[in-house]
C-alpha cells in the first residue's frame, strides 16, 4: 500500500504545532512553538493572548516544518487539525489556517477530538494492541476508556468533578509554584517524603474518579497553617499529594484490568508525562501481564504528531469534513 502522509495541526490551547506524520506512525517532522513563558506571567492560560499568539506564529510553524521535512506539501494525503475541545478562539485559528491549506492544495481535511489524539500518542512508534484499556489524565480529563478497536470508545469511567491536572495545577497554585503547576509539583514531590496525612478517596469500586475533595483539603491545610505562622513543607506535601493521587488512579487501573480482558495498557494527557506515575503504572502493568505503552515525553503533552496519528484512521476510513467544520470548545470522544 501507498504511503500516507497526513500534515497535523494543534492549536486547542498554548501551543501551536505541527507535524508531517507518515502511515499514523513515524514522524517525518514535527514542530511545537510554546507560549508557556508567555502565559506564566498571568498563573495561567489567556484566551485572549492565546489566539492571538496562534494568530501570529501558525505560518512560522507551518515554515519551520515543511523544512525540517523530505515531504512537500503539495505531496501530503491529507490536511488533519484539532477541532475540539479547547480554547474557542485558538482551535478557530488552526481551524481556518488548516481549511485554506486544505482548500488551496486541494487536500482532504480530518477534524480530530483533542482528547482522542492523546490516546493516539501511543500509536506513535508502535502498534497498538485491542483491546485496550486508556487511562487519560490531562488539564480537562480524567477517564478509563476501554477500546476493542480503532476509535471504538467505552467510557468505563470519569471524573465526577476536577480533572486531575486541574487539580495538579490547583494545588501548585496554593504552594506558590509557577504555571504549569502539574510539572513544578512533580519536581518538587521528588525533594520531599509523605509525612502528610491526606484524606484518601473512598475506596469505591465504580471507575469514577473524585478529587476536589482533596483539593480542597490541601488548599485549606495551606490557608490555616499559613494563618496560624506555621511554615508547610511544600515538597513534603507535594510528595504526599503526588502518593494520594497516583495510588487512586492506579488502584481504578488495577479495578479495570481485573474485569476486563486486555492486552495493552496505555496512558495519555498531560498527566502521563508525571514521573511517579509512569513508574506506578510500570509496575501495574507487569502485575497484570499486559503490555504497557506510554507516550514519549515530548508525546505527552500538547503536540500535533498525536493529531496526525489518530487522523489516520480516519483517513483510512475515508472520514473526511466538510469546508463549513467549526471548533467546539467542548465535545466528548464519543461524539466523533
Ligand atoms: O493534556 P494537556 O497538555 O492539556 C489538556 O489537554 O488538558 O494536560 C495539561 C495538564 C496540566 O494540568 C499540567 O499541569 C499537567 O497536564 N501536567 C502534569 C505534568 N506535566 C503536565 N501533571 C503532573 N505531572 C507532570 N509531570
Ligand atoms: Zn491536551
Not at 139 to 156: A, C, N, P, R
Not at 195 to 214: A, C, Q, R
Not at 226 to 248: C, M, P, W, Y
Not at 272 to 289: D, F, G, M, T
Request: with cysteine; hydrophobic share 40%.
Amino acid at each position: 500500500m501507498k504511503d500516507v502522509y497526513i500534515l497535523s495541526i494543534e492549536s486547542s490551547c498554548d501551543e501551536t504545532s505541527m507535524a508531517i506524520v507518515k502511515n499514523g506512525t513515524d514522524i517525518v517532522a514535527f514542530t511545537v512553538l510554546t507560549q508557556m513563558d508567555t502565559h506564566a506571567n498571568f498563573g495561567g492560560v489567556v484566551p485572549e493572548i492565546a489566539s492571538r499568539m496562534h494568530t501570529e506564529n501558525i505560518t512560522m510553524v507551518l515554515e519551520e516544518t515543511l523544512k525540517k521535512s523530505s515531504i512537500k506539501i503539495e505531496e501530503v494525503d491529507a490536511i488533519a487539525v484539532t477541532y475540539a475541545p479547547g480554547l474557542l478562539g485558538s482551535l478557530l485559528v488552526g481551524v481556518e489556517f488548516a481549511k485554506t491549506l486544505a482548500l488551496v492544495y486541494k487536500k482532504p481535511l480530518i477534524a480530530v477530538n483533542h482528547t482522542i489524539g492523546h490516546i493516539y500518542a501511543n500509536a506513535i512508534e508502535n502498534t497498538l494492541e485491542f483491546p485496550l484499556l486508556a487511562l487519560v489524565v490531562s488539564g480537562g480529563h480524567t477517564d478509563l476508556i476501554l477500546m476493542k478497536k480503532d476509535y471504538d470508545f467505552e467510557i468505563l469511567g470519569s471524573t465526577l468533578d476536577d480533572a486531575v491536572g486541574e487539580c495538579y495545577d490547583k494545588v501548585a497554585r496554593v504552594l506558590g509554584l509557577k504555571y504549569p503547576g502539574g510539572p513544578n509539583v512533580d519536581k518538587l514531590a521528588l525533594e520531599g517524603n509523605d509525612t502528610y496525612n491526606l484524606p484518601k478517596p473512598v475506596k469505591d469500586t465504580t471507575y469514577n474518579f473524585s478529587f476536589s475533595g482533596l483539593k480542597s483539603h490541601i488548599i485549606n491545610l495551606v490557608h490555616n497553617e499559613t494563618q496560624r505562622g506555621n511554615e508547610i513543607r511544600k515538597s513534603d506535601l507535594a510528595k504526599s499529594f503526588q502518593i494520594t493521587v497516583v495510588d487512586e488512579l492506579t488502584r481504578k487501573v488495577e479495578l479495570a484490568l481485573q474485569n476486563n480482558n486486555v492486552k495493552e495498557l496505555i496512558i495519555a494527557g498531560g498527566v502521563s508525562a508525571n514521573r511517579y506515575l509512569r513508574e506506578e503504572i510500570k509496575k501495574v502493568a507487569e502485575k497484570y501481564h499486559v503490555h504497557l505503552s506510554i507516550p514519549k515525553m515530548e508525546y505527552c503533552t500538547d503536540n500535533a504528531a498525536m493529531i496526525g496519528a489518530a487522523a489516520y484512521p480516519l483517513y483510512k476510513q475515508k472520514k473526511f469534513a466538510d469546508f463549513d467544520l467549526n471548533p467546539k470548545s467542548q465535545a466528548t470522544i464519543v461524539d466523533q
